[in-house]
T-cell receptor, first 116, second 114 residues
Framework: DAGVTQSPTHLIKTRGQQVTLRCSPK?????VSWYQQALGQGPQFIFQYYEEEERQRGNFPDRFSGHQFPNYSSELNVNALLLGDSALYLC???????????????FGDGTRLSIL | AQSVAQPEDQVNVAEGNPLTVKCTYSVSGNPYLFWYVQYPNRGLQFLLKYITGDNLVKGSYGFEAEFNKSQTSFHLKKPSALVSDSALYFC????????????FGSGTQLTVLP
């Protein structure tokens, strides 16, 4: 049973460029959340997707956008990249039935994004 | 707003000794509390959770955590540390019965010395 998979594992971009990160949730999961983890910090919630719609959003600018596909996979897009966007981007999946319950999220290994 | 504090950036312990990684939280209402572990260049792995009931929660790899409501703490413990336990540990919280996302602490780097 495959867990959460993310691609690519590493990415190098320059300021002002745009980037797309991809995530496939764990089998049986229908909800995808994205987190940004800067060096030396804990993960910060970006947004959550369910039924192809953004359901919740953290304190991130509109440069961060996403999409969820009918097969529950998801993309994170970041426009006009800044040096401060350099971080590990983590995808986590869960089931909608777990939103209000105690079920933990399952995390992928992340995409390391470096901005030059 | 909910928040988590992990007061120690680094914890060092000798192999075979007990370990404690501290966590305090702030949340409206009753909390759901979680501990995750992160190894280098990897994502977060779930260790254990507190939802309700017994204040002592047992999890994976021999870890346990003690919930203390009056002190708003959820410290992670293990009776006998292994070198392989060396990793980055995160405490996280969200209000019970809420769809709000997890709020993580800043992490504690645990180093177990042989």
């Amino acid at each position: 049973d495959a867990g959460v998979t993310q691609s690519p594992t590493h990415l190098i971009k320059t300021r002002g460029q745009q980037v797309t990160l991809r995530c496939s949730p764990k089998s049986g999961h229908d909800t995808v959340s994205w987190y940004q983890q800067a060096l030396g910090q804990g993960p910060q919630f970006i947004f959550q997707y369910y039924e192809e719609e953004e359901r919740q959003r953290g304190n991130f600018p509109d440069r961060f956008s996403g999409h969820q596909f009918p097969n529950y996979s998801s993309e994170l897009n970041v426009n006009a990249l800044l040096l401060g966007d350099s971080a590990l981007y983590l995808c986590a999946s869960s089931q909608k039935s777990g939103w209000y319950s105690n079920q933990p999220q399952h995390f992928g290994d992340g995409t390391r994004l470096s901005i030059l | 707003a909910q928040s988590v504090a992990q007061p120690e950036d680094q914890v060092n312990v000798a192999e075979g000794n007990p370990l404690t990684v501290k966590c305090t939280y702030s949340v409206s209402g009753n909390p759901y509390l979680f501990w995750y572990v992160q190894y280098p260049n990897r994502g977060l792995q779930f260790l254990l959770k507190y939802i309700t009931g017994d204040n002592l929660v047992k999890g994976s790899y021999g870890f346990e955590a003690e919930f203390n409501k009056s002190q708003t703490s959820f410290h992670l413990k293990k009776p006998s540390a292994l070198v392989s336990d060396s990793a980055l540990y995160f405490c996280a919280v969200r209000p019970s019965g809420s769809a709000r996302q997890l709020t993580f602490g800043s992490g504690t780097q645990l180093t177990v010395l042989p």
